[in-house]
Protein backbone atom coordinates (compact mmCIF):
# COMPACT_ATOMS: atom_id res chain seq x y z
CA UNK A 1 0.00 0.00 0.00
CA UNK A 2 1.66 3.18 -1.31
CA UNK A 3 0.75 6.57 -2.06
CA UNK A 4 3.44 8.68 -4.13
CA UNK A 5 2.88 12.38 -5.20
CA UNK A 6 4.83 13.23 -8.57
CA UNK A 7 4.98 16.47 -10.82
CA UNK A 8 7.07 18.82 -8.79
CA UNK A 9 9.94 20.56 -10.28
CA UNK A 10 11.53 24.10 -10.94
CA UNK A 11 8.96 26.96 -13.02
CA UNK A 12 9.16 30.49 -13.14
CA UNK A 13 6.69 32.70 -10.88
CA UNK A 14 3.35 32.77 -13.01
CA UNK A 15 4.27 29.15 -14.15
CA UNK A 16 2.30 26.81 -13.59
CA UNK A 17 2.62 22.93 -12.38
CA UNK A 18 0.42 19.76 -12.29
CA UNK A 19 1.09 17.63 -9.50
CA UNK A 20 -0.16 14.00 -9.43
CA UNK A 21 -1.19 11.36 -6.37
CA UNK A 22 -1.62 7.80 -7.16
CA UNK A 23 -2.16 5.10 -5.26
CA UNK A 24 -0.61 1.41 -5.55
CA UNK A 25 -2.02 -1.31 -3.80
CA UNK A 26 -5.58 -0.01 -2.70
CA UNK A 27 -8.21 2.13 -4.64
CA UNK A 28 -8.11 5.82 -3.88
CA UNK A 29 -11.53 6.47 -5.30
CA UNK A 30 -13.43 5.89 -1.44
CA UNK A 31 -11.16 7.84 -0.28
CA UNK A 32 -11.33 12.09 0.68
CA UNK A 33 -7.47 13.18 -0.67
CA UNK A 34 -5.90 16.30 0.53
CA UNK A 35 -2.81 17.89 -0.75
CA UNK A 36 -0.72 19.32 2.14
CA UNK A 37 2.59 21.62 1.68
CA UNK A 38 5.37 22.41 3.99
CA UNK A 39 8.53 25.03 3.24
CA UNK A 40 12.12 25.62 4.66
CA UNK A 41 11.99 26.46 8.13
CA UNK A 42 7.90 26.61 8.17
CA UNK A 43 4.81 24.15 9.07
CA UNK A 44 2.53 22.22 7.14
CA UNK A 45 -0.30 24.17 5.33
CA UNK A 46 -3.15 22.68 3.88
CA UNK A 47 -3.86 23.45 0.34
CA UNK A 48 -6.72 21.66 -0.51
CA UNK A 49 -9.23 18.86 -0.63
CA UNK A 50 -11.86 16.60 -2.51
CA UNK A 51 -14.06 14.50 -0.64
CA UNK A 52 -15.69 11.27 -2.13
CA UNK A 53 -18.79 11.70 -3.30
CA UNK A 54 -19.72 14.81 -5.24
CA UNK A 55 -15.95 15.95 -5.76
CA UNK A 56 -16.95 18.21 -2.75
CA UNK A 57 -13.81 20.70 -2.48
CA UNK A 58 -12.40 22.94 -0.25
CA UNK A 59 -8.94 25.32 -0.67
CA UNK A 60 -6.35 27.62 1.52
CA UNK A 61 -7.53 31.35 0.78
CA UNK A 62 -4.27 31.99 -1.01
CA UNK A 63 -4.41 29.32 -3.86
CA UNK A 64 -8.19 29.96 -4.10
CA UNK A 65 -8.88 30.50 -8.09
CA UNK A 66 -5.03 29.80 -9.02
CA UNK A 67 -4.94 26.07 -7.70
CA UNK A 68 -7.23 22.78 -8.76
CA UNK A 69 -8.24 19.35 -7.18
CA UNK A 70 -9.36 16.68 -9.21
CA UNK A 71 -10.06 12.87 -9.29
CA UNK A 72 -9.16 10.73 -12.03
CA UNK A 73 -10.60 7.77 -10.65
CA UNK A 74 -9.64 6.06 -13.64
CA UNK A 75 -5.96 6.33 -13.12
CA UNK A 76 -6.22 5.58 -9.61
CA UNK A 77 -4.61 9.31 -8.82
CA UNK A 78 -5.82 12.52 -7.72
CA UNK A 79 -4.39 16.12 -9.17
CA UNK A 80 -3.58 19.42 -8.50
CA UNK A 81 -3.27 21.37 -10.90
CA UNK A 82 -1.12 24.79 -9.94
CA UNK A 83 -1.41 27.82 -12.11
CA UNK A 84 0.55 31.11 -11.53
CA UNK A 85 2.27 29.90 -9.13
CA UNK A 86 4.16 32.56 -7.01
CA UNK A 87 7.66 32.31 -4.91
CA UNK A 88 5.56 32.00 -1.85
CA UNK A 89 3.93 28.40 -3.10
CA UNK A 90 7.56 27.03 -3.49
CA UNK A 91 7.41 23.69 -0.46
CA UNK A 92 7.36 20.25 -0.44
CA UNK A 93 4.05 19.49 -1.39
CA UNK A 94 2.59 15.92 0.00
CA UNK A 95 -0.48 14.18 -0.47
CA UNK A 96 -3.25 12.28 2.11
CA UNK A 97 -5.91 10.73 2.47
CA UNK A 98 -8.67 9.92 4.96
CA UNK A 99 -9.58 7.33 6.78
CA UNK A 100 -11.87 5.75 4.86
CA UNK A 101 -15.42 8.10 5.47
CA UNK A 102 -14.86 9.70 1.97
CA UNK A 103 -14.74 13.47 3.40
CA UNK A 104 -12.98 16.23 4.15
CA UNK A 105 -12.23 17.28 7.70
CA UNK A 106 -15.06 19.57 8.74
CA UNK A 107 -12.82 22.44 8.77
CA UNK A 108 -11.74 21.50 5.17
CA UNK A 109 -7.74 21.53 6.08
CA UNK A 110 -6.21 18.28 4.50
CA UNK A 111 -4.24 18.71 7.87
CA UNK A 112 -6.25 16.69 9.81
CA UNK A 113 -6.65 13.84 7.73
CA UNK A 114 -5.42 10.68 9.09
CA UNK A 115 -5.23 8.22 6.24
CA UNK A 116 -2.25 7.65 4.29
CA UNK A 117 0.53 9.90 3.80
CA UNK A 118 3.08 10.04 0.81
CA UNK A 119 6.07 11.20 0.09
CA UNK A 120 6.56 14.80 -0.94
CA UNK A 121 7.30 16.08 -4.35
CA UNK A 122 9.51 19.37 -4.20
CA UNK A 123 7.78 22.51 -6.08
CA UNK A 124 10.11 25.34 -6.36
CA UNK A 125 8.95 28.71 -7.44
CA UNK A 126 12.12 30.66 -8.99
CA UNK A 127 13.40 33.22 -11.73
Known amino acids: VQLQ?????????????????????????????????????????GVACISKS?????????????????????????????????PEDAAVYYCATDSGWGSCPPSGSPLELTGYWGQGTQVTVSS
Request: aromatic share 10%; glycine share 14%.
Open 54 to 86: FGITYYKDSVEGRFTISRDNAENSVHLQMNSLK
Open 5 to 45: ASGGGLVQPGGSLRLSCEASGFALDPYAVGWVRQAPGKGRE
